[in-house]
């Protein structure tokens, strides 16, 4: 049975998210003052026709490190499911 990765992928903590920080500043503009912060990443679903759960999250961290993600300045993580 194939599995669905939900990968996500965001900047690092030391590495400036301008995007986030310009949402961050548009909501308190707009009067979310309790707003503290804001940082912008991707979303990614991936198929995978795997059996295995291990060959599976195999796949999914090397498709991550070697194409979704930039490992310098990003970190990402990522959940498997079945596909029903």
Do not use: C, W
């Not at 939900?6 to 590495?15: A, C, E, M």
């Not at 909501?27 to 991707?42: F, H, P, Q, W």
């Amino acid at each position: 049975m194939p599995y669905t990765a939900k990968i996500k992928v965001t900047l690092r903590q030391s590495i400036l998210d301008v995007q986030g920080k310009a949402v961050e500043h548009a909501l308190n503009n707009l009067g979310y003052g309790t707003v503290e912060s804001a940082r912008i990443g991707k979303y990614i679903e991936v198929t995978i026709n795997e059996q295995e759960l291990l060959q599976a999250e195999r796949i999914a961290n090397e498709i991550s490190q070697k194409l979704l993600s930039n490992p310098v300045m990003e970190n990402y993580s990522f959940e498997l499911e079945h596909v029903k």
